[in-house]
């Protein structure tokens, strides 16, 4: 009897795991954890603590494979810059940053070949008549 009840209890938490998984979501291919608001253009508005983000990052992008460093400190703000080291990918890197009240946020930077608007070409230094 005990080792059906252990078996059921397996089953279940084993079934409950995927939806877990799942929850998240990504932005320009970074994972988000669930619950995130966009609130501009690749800026997200976590539903975590500063804290809790910094444990969220670490499973998901573990240090040893995506390098981090801190930015200048600007009047109270911790803010750290996770880097994507592989090449091609739509995220180039991260700022995950703690503004006001606790607030954390987070700041996709679009990869090398998602440039936001397109340049002009050069016209050689002289203007068309």
Known sequence: MRTLLLAALAAALFAAAPARAGNEFKARGFTLPTGSVKVDEDRYRMPLAWEEMQRFLRNTYPPAKYPRRALPNQ???????????????EWEGANVYEA??????????????????????????????
Do not use: C, M, S
């Open 75 to 89: 009047n109270g703000v911790r803010a750290v810059h996770i880097a994507n080291p592989k090449q091609g990918d």
């Open 100 to 129: 006001g009240k606790g607030e954390v946020r987070v700041f996709v930077l679009a990869g090398k070949g998602e440039a936001a608007e397109p340049t002009p070409a050069p016209t050689g230094g002289r203007k068309a008549k």
